[in-house]
């Protein structure tokens, strides 16, 4: 038998095979918050992982927060390079968007439903891709770790020191989030800082004793505005006063106030100066006090020249497997990989798996399809696992 005639009777990727699999996943529900729910599909990971000879070792959650799962080839060896897979099984969805909100469903050359998008797609690409290459009887040129945490959508309070143990491990990193728009692909991401503020003021009657009242909600004001003013979009710093809360009633001088402040910056340099800044916080009434908890929750994703060597090697493979790989603009939203980028372990190709993905509304966590499904196949293909 002839090469030619010899591959065309292997085992092909079907990409309605991929899709079951993906939906699979999507049929059992993760919201972050319920870790005995993300248990139950870290429990169907495990089997499936187990199933292909990989040794998994299931470390407990805390916190309230679901165990994160860590599969190794057969061939991995302590000290020896590797490849490490990075996903999430947690989503943003809360139970019972399946039954409501967002069924899960095929239209046309689209399927929509919670969670397929960020990222039960991405995260169920590489199990495939790893037993077509058994099915193949081929091997993958290093040994891969897979880790699947269970807390990402909250800033992997759990789970970061596992991934930057296993980051240190590797000599490269794939990160299964979701490509943008075009299936290009992410080569950087801002860091993303978190605070909580509390402030405390003199409660009053604010008919009475008005002038007796110190506000907490007039301080918080003041302090959102200064807060907001430190957004540079020059210098890719923004900051986001997103939640707050204060008050007990409409004829009372409040005396406590609370707001939750986002910020993200290009650089680590940048990072330490806002930190600075936020944690510093002078109250403009000096009857009136301050607290500010936080820091930096992912450090900066930066470009490197390792991450664009890495890169050009991906494309190779996307152009091998019949579609071109394109990277990114700078993106604001951050993910496990700032960690591991952070180490100086290269990982341009956490956006590669799924350029067939959109989102279908602007606020990227509600209806999501998969367009051009028929094109799966060849998108994981390009997945360098192999």
């Known amino acids: 038998m002839t090469d030619a005639a010899a591959r065309d009777n292997e085992p092909k990727i079907d990409a309605e095979e991929i899709l079951d699999g993906i939906l699979e996943w999507v049929e059992m529900e993760t919201p972050t918050y319920h870790g005995d729910k993300v248990n139950l599909l870290a429990d169907r990971i495990q089997g499936q992982w187990e199933a292909q000879g990989c040794g998994v070792e299931r ?7 679901g165990d994160h799962l860590l599969a190794r080839s057969p061939d991995w060896e302590e000290g020896k390079p ?3 897979v990075l996903s999430h099984m947690d989503t943003v969805h809360p139970l019972g968007t399946k039954d409501e909100a967002n069924p899960i469903r095929r239209e046309g050359d689209s399927v929509f439903g919670p969670g397929i998008y960020d990222m039960k797609a991405g995260a169920h690409l590489p199990y495939y891709a790893y037993r077509h290459l058994k099915r193949l009887g081929h091997g993958t040129k290093l ?42 692909i992410v080569t950087a991401r801002k860091g993303v800082g978190r605070f909580e503020m509390r402030i405390t003021g003199r409660p009053s009657h604010s008919g009475a004793q008005h002038q007796e009242g110190r506000s907490a909600v007039k301080e918080l004001a003041h302090q959102i505005l200064e807060i907001e003013g430190f957004t540079d979009y020059a210098r890719g710093v923004t900051t986001n006063v997103g939640m ?20 993200r910056v290009v650089s680590a340099e940048d990072g330490e100066e806002m930190v600075a800044k936020i944690l510093n916080r002078v109250p403009r009434d000096p009857d009136v006090t301050i607290e500010i908890t936080g820091g930096m929750n992912r450090p900066p994703y930066e470009r490197s020249d390792a991450i664009m060597a890495l890169f050009d090697k991906a494309k190779i493979c996307a152009d091998a497997a019949g579609f071109e790989l394109e990277t990114t603009p700078l993106t ?13 372990v290269p990982m341009p190709l956490g956006e590669l798996l799924q350029d067939q993905l959109r989102q279908a509304m602007a606020a990227g966590y509600e ?7 028929t094109r799966i196949a060849a998108r994981a293909a390009g997945l360098p696992v192999g």
Request: net charge negative; charged share 25%.
């Open 367 to 373: 209806d999501l399809d998969w367009s051009a499904v």
């Open 332 to 344: 604001g939203g951050g993910s496990d990989g700032n960690f591991s980028a952070a180490l100086g």
């Open 244 to 263: 707050v809360k204060a008050g007990t009633g409409v004829n009372v001088v409040p005396r406590e106030a609370y707001a939750e402040i986002d910020l």
């Open 82 to 84: 590797c490849l490490l």
């Open 143 to 184: 040994p891969v770790s897979f880790l699947f945490v269970s807390e990402e959508e909250v800033g992997s309070p759990t789970s970061r020191e596992v991934i930057e143990r296993e980051a240190k491990k590797a000599r490269y990193v794939l990160v299964t989030e979701p490509a943008r728009d075009g299936g290009k």
């Open 59 to 65: 470390i407990p959650g805390r916190g309230g927060f």
